[in-house]
Nanobody, 119 residues
Framework: VQLEESGGGVVQAGGSLRLSCAASGRADSIHTTGWFRQTPGQTRETSEI??????????SYGDFVGGRFTISRDIAKNTLYLQMTRLKPEDTAVYYCYADPKGAGGRSWGQGTQVTVSS
């Protein structure tokens, strides 16, 4: 599965952004897909989970989200979204989309999209 994020940018504190992650290839083989974010000094392995959604629609969010973000997907378009509202400067990070397969195989990652929240 190939993943391509878009939608990052610079926004003022309190603003909103919507990230998108378009999947191509074996998109029907995805079990769980979601978002991590990586701040300077973190590696991908130590980055924190933002949110994920499973093949049957179950969702989960990091504790820091506090009801500000919503994960969703358009199955017909093979696209994952992350609607972020009430953004804070501490949300500044590179946001990575990922996908885990239903069967064997490793995790796929997108290239990342930068989100910068100014105070």
């Amino acid at each position: 599965v190939q993943l391509e994020e878009s939608g990052g940018g610079v926004v003022q504190a309190g603003g909103s952004l919507r990230l998108s992650c378009a999947a191509s290839g074996r998109a029907d083989s995805i079990h769980t897909t979601g978002w991590f974010r990586q701040t300077p000094g973190q590696t991908r392995e130590t980055s924190e989970i933002v949110s994920y959604i499973t093949w049957n629609g179950a969702t989960s969010y990091g504790d820091f989200v506090g009801g500000r973000f919503t994960i969703s997907r358009d199955i017909a378009k093979n696209t994952l979204y992350l609607q972020m509202t009430r953004l804070k400067p501490e949300d500044t990070a590179v946001y990575y989309c990922y996908a885990d397969p239903k069967g064997a195989g490793g995790r796929s990652w997108g290239q990342g999209t930068q989100v910068t929240v100014s105070s």
